[in-house]
């Protein structure tokens, strides 16, 4: 619901001059208090009663954090009151026509996840916050190298819908070169050159011959899908032992940065692909907005007619760019067989690839807010199994769906309105 106000002025050098337009939307406010009022009936007024237990150290921590219990009830009646007060603060906002910040949607979202926390593990046992946050960080890494590429890509003028197919050629050949090579690392680069070979074709159709860069995109993730189903089937099952048993690698331990509770198991007990994955998230968002590469690739997805005229190959800057978002999000890929699962498997990847071009759109097309999307989504798909573990009585089936019911409603209630690249899906012809 967004309502548009505007008043006009009279000049002398104009009869009629637009001062200012106000825009009111209500789509963040209506969200919010929708789901405040969930949390009060739902947790709090109709909630279970007993006691949450969150435990937030581990074993090998430095010093102990005893474990905090919580009575159900009434913390989940006072966290919906507070989730309703920033509701009703979001739409003072709107009605003031002022944006609502990140950081409120951010807090309503960690109280309403407290709340829902408190309330599915109510006389249960506790809750290992450490392994939540731990998977939530792994099952993450893959979306974020996706959403890298798919930000590069994008931001360069090229949809890449292809994402899928650049994580699952990563994952395959990974497994493949590493396994027969014994060198996790040489498969790390063969998951970078597969991403891009996936790239190679994508830039080729999409900016050389003004192939609709969707269709490339989805018509690229089939392919991807039916050729290493196919040489999975026929190479790698009845090879088993020689083929796709990768060597993963092991997990790093930084000192005395592991040892700090909560901090230390979640960013500093993870493999180097992971530690690989912190330089890439700023050496991108660094790169993009802060160099002249950067600013030639952007310039070409907004406006590739300026670009062409300050002396910029739109068309070569858009190929090359598009292939390095492609080796991006193989290097992604090859977290799969070689940082997580160990061997590959048909169609592993699962739909990664859509939820990190959410992450991508969520994110607006920024890569420090698409990484932050991504790991919401890979904490969504991590709570599933720790509710379960700990016996919730949340519906499984619920739990199964929770990754993708978060896509929907991030991308469509949250985002709001936002504007991708300007030229982002449109072919440039030169002249």
Do not use: C
Request: aromatic share 12%; charged share 10%; proline share 5%.
């Amino acid at each position: 619901m967004t309502t548009v106000t505007g008043n006009q002025g009279v000049s002398s050098s104009a009869p009629i001059a637009l001062e200012s337009a106000v825009v009111k939307s209500w789509k963040a406010p209506i969200a919010l208090g929708f789901f405040a009022l969930l949390s009060l009936v739902l947790f709090g007024i109709f909630g279970r009663s007993g006691i949450s237990t969150f435990r937030l150290s581990t074993d090998s921590d430095f010093f102990q954090i005893p474990p905090i219990p919580v009575d159900a009830r009434p913390a989940s009646i006072v966290t919906s009151v507070l989730l309703l007060l920033i509701a009703g603060w979001a739409a003072w906002l709107a009605q003031h026509a002022r944006r609502v910040p990140l950081w409120v949607t951010a807090v309503f979202a960690m109280l309403f996840l407290f709340t829902f926390l408190v309330w599915a593990s109510a006389g249960l046992r506790s809750i290992p916050v450490a392994g939540l946050l731990v998977g939530a960080v792994g099952l993450s890494v893959p979306l974020i190298f996706g959403a890298l590429g798919g930000v590069i890509s994008e931001r360069v003028g090229v949809v890449n819908v292809a994402i899928e197919g650049q994580l699952l050629a990563g994952a395959f050949v990974s497994a493949l070169v590493a396994s027969a090579t014994r060198l996790p690392l040489l498969g790390l680069l063969a998951a970078m050159v597969a991403g891009m070979l996936v790239s190679f074709v994508l830039a080729a159709f999409s900016i050389k011959y003004f192939v609709d860069q969707v269709i490339v995109g989805v018509v690229l993730n089939v392919l991807v899908t039916g050729l290493t189903s196919f040489l999975y089937t026929t190479l790698l099952s009845p090879n088993q032992t020689t083929l796709n048993s990768p060597e993963r690698f092991q997990r790093i331990n930084i000192p005395l940065l592991s040892e700090i509770p909560i901090i230390g198991p979640t960013l500093f007990r993870q493999t180097i692909i992971i530690y690989i994955m912190y330089v890439a998230v700023f050496a991108v968002w660094y790169a993009l907005f802060h160099t002249k590469w950067g600013l030639r690739l952007r310039s070409s997805g907004e406006n590739p007619q300026a670009a062409d005229t300050v002396g910029i190959n739109v068309n070569r800057t858009r190929f090359w760019n598009v292939s390095l978002a492609g080796a991006i999000a193989g290097f992604g890929g090859a977290y799969f067989t070689l940082g997580s699962v160990g061997s590959f498997s048909k169609e592993m990847t699962a739909g990664a690839g859509f939820i990190a071009l959410a992450a991508v759109i969520f994110g607006r097309w920024d890569p420090i807010r698409a990484t932050l999307a991504a790991l919401l989504f890979g904490f969504a798909t991590n709570l599933q199994s720790v509710l379960s573990a700990i016996g919730s009585p949340v519906p499984s089936e619920f739990m199964l769906m929770l990754p993708y019911v978060i896509t929907i409603f991030a991308v469509a209630g949250l985002v709001g309105s936002v504007r991708p690249p300007a030229a982002s899906g449109k072919a440039y012809v030169k002249g």
